[in-house]
Antibody
Framework: QQQLQESGPGLLKPSETLSLTCTVSGGSMSSYTYYWGWVRQPPGKGLEWIGSIYYSGSTHYNPSLKSRVTMSVDTSKNQFSLRLTSVTAADTAVYYC??????????????WGQGTLVTVSS | QSALTQPASVSGSPGQSITISCTGTSNDIGDYNYVSWYLQHPGKAPKLIIYDVSARPSGVSNRFSGSKSGNTASLTISGLQAEDEADYYCCSYASGSTLVFGGGTKLTVL
């Protein structure tokens, strides 16, 4: 059973770039034709889809974040990554990585990582 | 792309059934059978409980069921248990190859 773990800095200053990595264990990413996604949750608020990336590298992004988001995948390292530029306090959230278990882009995420809190503050 | 609309809160007594609605548009729920539901306990990652409108992942209780009519999807929980108290989120595929979540519903078991 695959497990996911997010990693990256927990504190950023406004205008900096957020970079997170999700490491997948329990099976090679290249062995499965899955999408992999990022979802965030501001403190006390709901879930927001950020984007999803196919194992081959094709991407789908949330239109509201598209200008600032880049996702990449490195199947040799069993990792995929999120880059969000020009962060503000509004980007403070718990960031989750997850696998889209459908095998296509249908938005049913399982499993999820445990989440990592990223705080943007001067 | 607007968030799907869910009631902020619902409540029920143990053993009862409750239904949580999730309203979208013809650009998401109304046009695609790709609605999923998640439950989230405080401080934990979300857990998938329904996908493709009404399918249940292996290991999820059959007390959880999903349906869809027009632009509205629904999650029904029967035989409420104390452990069902959590936040629930719907999610739908949307036109333009995007995904959109609902605002979330807090379920209180009285």
């Amino acid at each position: 059973q695959q497990q996911l773990q997010e990693s990256g800095p927990g504190l950023l200053k406004p205008s900096e770039t957020l970079s997170l990595t999700c490491t997948v264990s329990g099976g090679s990413m290249s062995s499965y034709t899955y999408y992999w996604g990022w979802v965030r949750q501001p403190p006390g608020k709901g879930l927001e889809w950020i984007g999803s990336i196919y194992y081959s590298g094709s991407t789908h992004y949330n239109p509201s974040l598209k200008s600032r988001v880049t996702m990449s995948v490195d199947t040799s390292k069993n990792q995929f990554s999120l880059r969000l530029t020009s962060v503000t306090a509004a980007d403070t959230a718990v960031y989750y990585c997850a696998r889209d278990g459908s095998g296509s882009f249908r938005g049913w995420f399982a499993p999820w990582g445990q989440g990592t809190l990223v705080t943007v503050s001067s | 792309q607007s968030a799907l609309t869910q009631p902020a809160s619902v409540s029920g007594s143990p053993g009862q059934s409750i239904t949580i609605s999730c309203t979208g548009t013809s650009n998401d729920i109304g046009d695609y059978n790709y609605v999923s539901w998640y439950l989230q306990h405080p401080g934990k990652a979300p857990k998938l409980i329904i996908y493709d409108v009404s399918a249940r992942p292996s290991g999820v209780s059959n007390r959880f069921s999903g349906s869809k009519s027009g632009n509205t999807a629904s999650l029904t929980i029967s035989g409420l248990q104390a452990e069902d108290e959590a936040d629930y989120y719907c999610c739908s595929y949307a036109s333009g190859s995007t995904l959109v979540f609902g605002g979330g519903t807090k379920l209180t078991v009285l």
